[in-house]
């Protein structure tokens, strides 16, 4: 079996994408410092798949502990990178402390990789490094323009540095730029729980309809959209675990063409926010309290994948779309117990 060191494997994506790599046939182990997670999700995970997962509980900052931990195995074959602060606002609140996190965590993971040998690199980046993208839909020969935070900028800034350490180190490594995701585990047993309050469309629609918020805010109903609502792709959590896992094996299996590549993670399908409330209300029978509110500052007025790339190379197809992101994010609001 290849152990596959998963950055982050406590967090939201991390520990559904650690579910497929079971359920493939791979070895994670996880490294967390549970700054936004419990290591409750890996117990979900023992649940699920019946594997207990080991989580080292440091921060990636910490270089001499990182590297203790990398000295506890020799047979690690590639790193799934997740681990980083995602608050888009509270990036702007607090630059110094993004950029430290995200880039330093970046330097010292690729320090690790490279001093062990580990040839296989996977990286989480994010549809936000397109900035204000007008060319729809994006692909990945869309230029990235300025970014609209400091956690955008760590994005860009870990992909160009993730390329030069890449090809000058002879490693193997892949953006993956995931769209919007949301959703969780159809067990029920496990979904998006962080440490602080999701700010996403997603949960703030489930827990407004749980009685946890009073109402949604829909941010904007007078875009140059067809019903004035901002447009985004939304992915199921357990399509883009499926294609973390797909990423890792054509890394394995020799079949990327060069050192670096990238690759958009969505489902091409853009979805207003009004018809993302309207779904909610369709799947569930519950009856979402909304509101329109003001535009939001930062926001891209549309935006959604092409992801032909991926479906050429890693045989990635997405298998869930709106409704199916809606049933599992309320199935997951109603059970979620830590
Ligand atoms: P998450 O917060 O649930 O998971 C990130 C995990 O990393 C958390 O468990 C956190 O405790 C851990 N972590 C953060 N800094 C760390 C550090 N210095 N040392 C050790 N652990 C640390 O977030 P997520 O939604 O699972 O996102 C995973 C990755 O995907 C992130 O890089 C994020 O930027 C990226 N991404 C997320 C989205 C999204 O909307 N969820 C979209 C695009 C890209
Ligand atoms: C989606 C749509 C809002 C909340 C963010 C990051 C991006 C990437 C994915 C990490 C927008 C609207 C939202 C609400 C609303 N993450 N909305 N009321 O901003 O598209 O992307 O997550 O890389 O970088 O910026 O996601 O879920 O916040 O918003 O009307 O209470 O829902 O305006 O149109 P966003 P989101």
Redesign the pocket.
């Known amino acids: 079996m290849s152990k596959v060191l998963v950055?982050?494997?406590?967090?939201?994506?991390?520990?559904?994408t650690i579910i497929s790599l079971i359920e493939s046939g791979y070895e994670p182990i996880s490294?967390?410092?549970?700054?936004?997670?419990y290591e409750e999700?890996l117990e979900r995970v023992f649940q699920i798949t019946g594997k207990k997962v080991k989580n080292h509980?440091?921060?990636?900052?910490?270089a001499p502990s990182l590297h203790t931990v990398f000295d506890q195995y020799d047979d690690i074959q590639g790193i799934i990178?997740?681990?980083?602060?995602?608050a888009v606002g509270e990036s702007v609140e607090k630059p110094l402390l993004y950029f430290r996190?995200?880039l330093?965590?970046l330097l010292n993971v690729m320090d690790q990789a490279n001093r062990k040998g580990i040839d296989h690199v996977i990286?989480?980046?994010?549809?936000?490094v397109y900035g204000q993208a007008t060319d729809l839909p994006v692909t990945e020969e869309t230029e990235m323009k300025e970014a609209e935070s400091p956690?955008g900028r760590?994005?860009q800034l870990s992909e160009y540095i993730l390329k030069d350490l890449s090809e000058i180190w002879g490693i193997n490594a892949l953006s993956l730029?995931?769209?919007?995701?949301?959703g969780a585990h159809p067990s029920g047993l496990l979904g998006?729980?962080?440490?602080?309050a999701a700010l996403?469309l997603v949960p703030v629609i489930t827990e407004t309809a749980a009685g946890k918020r009073d109402t949604c805010v829909v941010f904007g109903d007078d875009y140059d959209t067809r019903d004035g609502s901002c447009i985004r792709d939304y992915i199921h959590v357990m399509d883009l675990a499926d294609a973390h896992t797909k990423a890792l094996t054509y890394l394995l299996q020799n079949k990327h063409s060069s050192n670096y590549e990238v690759f958009n993670l969505g489902i091409g399908q853009g979805v207003t926010v009004l018809e993302s409330i309207q779904a909610f209300e369709r799947v569930t029978g519950q009856k979402l309290k909304y509101e329109i509110g003001p535009r939001r500052p930062g926001d891209v007025v549309a935006i959604y994948s092409n992801y032909d790339k991926a479906k050429k190379h890693l045989g990635w197809m997405p298998r869930f779309g709106i409704d199916d992101i809606m049933k599992s994010a309320w199935q997951w609001e109603l059970n979620r117990d830590f």
Do not use: M, Q
């Not at 990178?81 to 995602?86: E, G, P, Q, R």
């Open positions: 950055t982050g494997g406590c967090g939201y994506i991390g520990s559904h490294i967390d410092n549970l700054s936004n997670s999700s509980r440091i921060d990636l900052c910490d990178h997740f681990a980083a602060l995602k996190n995200n330093n965590s990286f989480s980046s994010s549809c936000t956690y760590t994005k730029r995931y769209f919007n995701p949301a998006e729980a962080p440490r602080v996403n």
